[in-house]
């Protein structure tokens, strides 16, 4: 059985658009950033929607470019002491949590998420208030306050294995704050989930009418889609999965095009592993009134070289990410219950 709460999306703030940099510049923060990353112990922890730049400056300096539980693993294995999350605020918020010790910073504290900020911690409270026999699983898309409310915190590359999980153990679910991850997962598990509405901007924009005119085009293609896209685009896709999911299988299918619906950032890391094959993005409401995002998050576009500089020479201030004590130990149980559910997956 599914069941879904009626809540209502926010209209979220967007951000301006990054100032846009010239080669010579790019280049000058680029070596400024390495030589600081050495100066003060630190390593650049990047988020496969970041750009390309960003994602390459990653690699070359000993960081990594990853998912969000991939990220939470990395930053808390490293030795570095200082941990520059590019990506977006709640990553910056679960790497601090995970690694209380750890100065985190982040090249802006404004890179927000639409799933985050469609799911305020006031009104979610009141929702689980109102269903305590539930138990609450909350995506890793949330903030820290909405993941200490948590009884679980889950990402996408596990979500279906974790319900799957909590369903054979005869529990009733919560489920926030992406509705349509939250459908495609109760649709795989059979669980029974009250769902939250939010939606990420990026996903909700993937378009059926125009996917299948794409595919008449490119008949040949494989379609790779997120589930966070709505449910009518993930019924169209050959294959489904979280980023590090979609990047396996643009390696392992066989087909030689493959049109991919999700951020074009992945695009840096899915060509990589397959340089052989042709990548397409799936096409989105377009440049239009209508869509808000166009495949790319206005959120993880604000991870420039200039702001990660920036919160280097800032040592803190308006970079640092700061998570309350009370809050911090709440939310470590669930994400630590996650961390621990994954081992168990990869063993
Ligand atoms: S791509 Fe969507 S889910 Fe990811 S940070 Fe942006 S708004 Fe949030």
Not at 109 to 130: R, V
């Amino acid at each position: 059985m599914s069941l879904f709460f009626e809540n209502p999306i926010l209209d979220y703030p967007f951000p301006p658009r990054p100032k846009l940099l010239s080669e010579q510049e790019k280049q000058y923060y680029r070596e400024r950033i390495k030589t600081l990353l050495a100066e003060r112990n630190a390593v650049l922890v990047a988020h496969y929607y970041t750009d390309p730049d960003i994602q390459a400056l990653a690699e070359e300096t000993g960081g990594c470019v990853a998912d969000s539980l991939e990220m939470a693993r990395f930053g808390s294995l490293h030795p570095a002491t200082t941990l520059i999350v590019a990506g977006v605020r709640f990553m910056g918020e679960t790497a601090k949590i995970l690694n209380p010790e750890k100065t985190v910073l982040m090249p802006t504290l404004a890179a927000e998420c639409s799933l985050d900020l469609g799911c305020p911690i006031e009104q979610f409270n009141a929702f689980c208030d109102s269903h305590p026999e539930r138990t609450v699983v909350v995506y890793a898309n949330t903030s820290a306050e909405v993941k200490a409310r948590a009884d679980w915190v889950v990402t996408s590359s596990i979500a279906v294995e974790l319900i799957e999980h909590l369903d054979s153990l005869g529990e009733k679910l919560i489920w926030a704050p992406d509705r349509h991850l939250g459908s495609y997962v109760q649709k795989q598990t059979g669980a029974d989930i009250l769902c939250w509405q939010g939606a990420c901007i990026v996903h909700d924009e993937f378009k059926t009418q125009a996917l299948a005119r794409m595919k008449a085009l490119y008949p040949q293609a494989a379609v790779l889609v997120h589930p966070e896209s709505p449910q009518s685009v993930v019924e169209m896709a050959d294959a489904v999965g979280s980023t590090s999911q979609l990047i396996n299988a643009a390696k392992t299918l066989p087909h030689r095009e493959l049109i991919v619906a999700t951020d074009r950032g992945i695009f840096y890391k899915m060509q990589q592993a397959c340089p052989e094959k042709v990548l397409i993005e799936a096409p989105t409401a377009g440049e239009g009134a209508t869509c808000r995002s166009c495949a790319h998050c206005p959120w993880m576009a604000m991870n420039g070289v200039q702001a990660i500089f920036s919160a280097l020479v800032a040592d803190g201030g308006e970079h640092e990410i700061q998570v309350a004590a009370g809050v911090r130990e709440k939310a470590l149980l669930p994400l630590n219950r996650m961390l621990a559910f994954a081992a168990t997956l990869k063993s």
